[in-house]
């Protein structure tokens, strides 16, 4: 059984995502909060990860979105959003990613996915994940996906 952790806001963690393709400016940007010791211990992170021994194989930011100015259908305002769901390349087709994708589902609300490659789509929509129509002003990507709870 494979274990999804909440992943600590350190510098442990930060330089565990160097290792990933899609390290980018929400990772700098906690760097730079650790470096001028602006965060809290308990804060609570964003970050899920699965860890295969000692090493961080998969990660993925989650968090929780109210947004009543912008709801995603005609009475969904309150969403999950996975960004940055990403398996090293050495621990892919281990079940990694569907396990994400699980501990995501078990919150029970609707789920928008930033899809920002097409292999990504497409693992997606094996997790009965769909297009949508989307509002740029809304959206952080070119293309998102929908899950709903059944």
């Known amino acids: 059984m494979v274990k999804v ?3 600590a806001i350190n510098y442990k963690t930060a330089e565990e995502f160097k290792k990933f393709r899609e390290y980018g400016s929400q990772e700098l940007h906690m760097m730079n909060e650790l470096e001028a010791n602006v965060i809290d ?7 899920y990860g699965i860890y ?9 930011c ?7 100015n912008h709801p995603i259908d005609e ?20 079940g990694f990613g569907s396990a994400m994708i699980d501990y995501a589902k078990s919150f029970n609300l609707p789920i928008k996915a930033i899809s920002r490659f097409e292999n990504s ?3 997606f929509e094996k ?3 769909q297009g949508h129509d989307y509002d740029i002003e809304r959206d952080l990507a070119d293309e998102s996906l929908m899950w709903y709870p059944q």
Do not use: C
Not at 62 to 68: C, F, S
């Open 5 to 7: 952790n909440n992943l």
């Open 127 to 129: 997790h009965n994940f």
């Open 75 to 94: 009475d969904t305002s309150d969403y999950l959003v996975i960004w940055k769901l990403e398996v090293l390349e050495k621990y892919q087709g281990r």
């Open 52 to 60: 295969q021994g000692d090493e961080l194989a998969a990660r993925m």
């Open 41 to 47: 211990a308990n804060i609570d992170s964003p970050f």
């Open 62 to 68: 989650l968090y929780r979105r109210e947004d009543t």
């Open 121 to 123: 789509r497409k693992f």
